[in-house]
């Protein structure tokens, strides 16, 4: 199991942008799938964006697509999430997550970035946005 640490979270103002960066240990990266998911109190995760180590395929929820770009550098062991044209909306914990990339991820075609199919989290990192 993958030990994950995120980090870049802060405050920003409507329009701007950060990074985030999950920094994994504890096993070979390139073998996980890697998602970021959101959260408000009271809320559940929302899947916010995936990266499958297989072809490097993609999933972004329809709320960030266009603005938030996923990434993975699998020799340094670090997951990316570029988040551009921030939004008041956007100020959430934000968590990465990893899943052995086995069957079960695959057998899910589109539909694997839900926080049910993750079993190794990170602490969360603060985004906040506002003016």
């Known amino acids: 199991q993958l030990q994950l640490v995120e980090s870049g979270g802060g405050l920003v103002q409507p329009g701007g942008s950060l990074r985030l960066s999950c920094a994994a240990s504890?096993?070979?990266?390139?073998?996980?799938?890697i998602g970021w998911f959101r959260r408000v109190p009271g809320k559940y995760r929302e899947g916010v964006s995936c990266i499958m180590s297989s072809f490097g395929s993609t999933y972004y929820a329809d709320s960030v697509k266009g603005r938030f770009t996923i990434s993975r550098d699998n020799a340094k062991k670090t997951v990316y999430l570029q988040m551009d044209s921030l939004k008041p909306e956007d100020t959430a914990v934000y968590y990465c997550?990893?899943?052995?990339?086995?069957?079960?991820?695959?057998?899910?075609?589109?539909?694997?970035?839900?926080?049910?199919?993750?079993?190794?989290w990170g602490q969360g990192t603060q985004v906040t946005v506002s003016s």
């Open positions: 997550a990893a899943q052995f990339e086995d069957r079960l991820i695959t057998d899910l075609g589109d539909d694997y970035c839900l926080d049910r199919v993750f079993t190794s």
């Open positions: 504890g096993g070979a990266m390139d073998l996980y799938t």
